[in-house]
C-alpha cells in the first residue's frame, strides 16, 4: 500500500500505464508489417522478418518513439495508419477512478511519456484524460527519451519536484530503471499493460495489476 502521505508529485506514463498496449502492440506487431507487406510485395511473414530487427535496433531511443521518422524509413503514412485503427485506443480499468480521486487530492499530477506529439493528440482526443493533468510533457519536448537519466534532469529544471516524495507509475522497466538512477523515491511498474496479454511478473520494482491497488489512503 502506498503511502501517499510522503507523495506531492505525481507522474504517470501513458501507453501500457493509463492506456490499454494493445493499441501500440497490435500496430507496430501486426498493423504495420500488413501494410509495410503490400507496399513491398512480401508476405506477412517476410514483412516482420524485415521489421523486427529494425525496430529492435532502435528501442530505447528518440526515433522509436518519432513518427516522423518511421514515415520516412518505412515509406509509410505512419500518423494516417494510426488514425485508422483509433477505435483501439483505450484507457486501462480503473485509471478513471484513480484518477478521479487523484485530482481530488492536492497533489501534482504530470503525464510523462515517450510519445510523439501526434499520437499523443489522437490519444487524448479519444480518451478525453487531459483535465486530469497540471502539465503534459513528451520525450520530444525534452530532446531525450524517458530511457535516459537526462529525461528526468531535464523534467525538474522546467517542473520543480523533489526526489523523495515523487512517485512515477510506467510498465517500462528500463524507464523505471533510469528514474531509481537518477533518485526518483518511490516507482511502480504495471503487470498487466495490455488486456489481451497475460500479467506479467516483475521483480525488479513493486507492481500493481490496476490502480485499484493505489487508492487505498489515497
Keep these: ?44 511473414f517476410e514483412a516482420k522478418q524485415r521489421l523486427v530487427p529494425l525496430f529492435k535496433s532502435m528501442e530505447g531511443k528518440l526515433e522509436w518513439y518519432c513518427l516522423d521518422y518511421w ?4 515509406e509509410l503514412d505512419i500518423m494516417g495508419l494510426k488514425a485508422e485503427l483509433a477505435e483501439l485506443i483505450a484507457v486501462l480499468p480503473h485509471v478513471i477512478e484513480f ?16 510519445a510523439h506529439p501526434d499520437s499523443l493528440a489522437l490519444k487524448m482526443e479519444k480518451t478525453c484524460l487531459v483535465p486530469f493533468f497540471d502539465a503534459i510533457l513528451t520525450a520530444h519536448d525534452l530532446g531525450v527519451p524517458k530511457e535516459n537519466t537526462e529525461f528526468w534532469e531535464r523534467l525538474q529544471q522546467r517542473q520543480t519536484f523533489t526526489n523523495q516524495s515523487t512517485l512515477l507509475v510506467d510498465d517500462n522497466l528500463a524507464v523505471l530503471s533510469s528514474a531509481q538512477h537518477f533518485g526518483i523515491q518511490h516507482l511502480i511498474s504495471i503487470s498487466k499493460p495490455d488486456t489481451r496479454l497475460a500479467t506479467r511478473t516483475i521483480t525488479d520494482f513493486p507492481a500493481i495489476e490496476d490502480f485499484r491497488e493505489l487508492m487505498q489512503g489515497l
Design 1 to 44: 500500500m502506498m503511502n501517499w502521505q510522503n507523495i506531492d508529485t505525481v507522474l504517470l506514463d501513458m501507453d501500457g500505464t493509463l492506456l490499454d498496449l494493445n493499441f501500440d502492440n497490435h500496430f507496430w506487431k501486426e498493423f504495420v508489417p500488413l501494410k509495410y507487406a503490400h507496399l513491398h510485395g512480401l508476405s506477412i
Design 71 to 74: 514515415s520516412k524509413a518505412l
Design 99 to 114: 484518477l478521479d480521486k487523484l485530482r481530488q487530492s492536492t497533489k501534482r499530477i504530470l503525464l510523462v511519456t515517450n
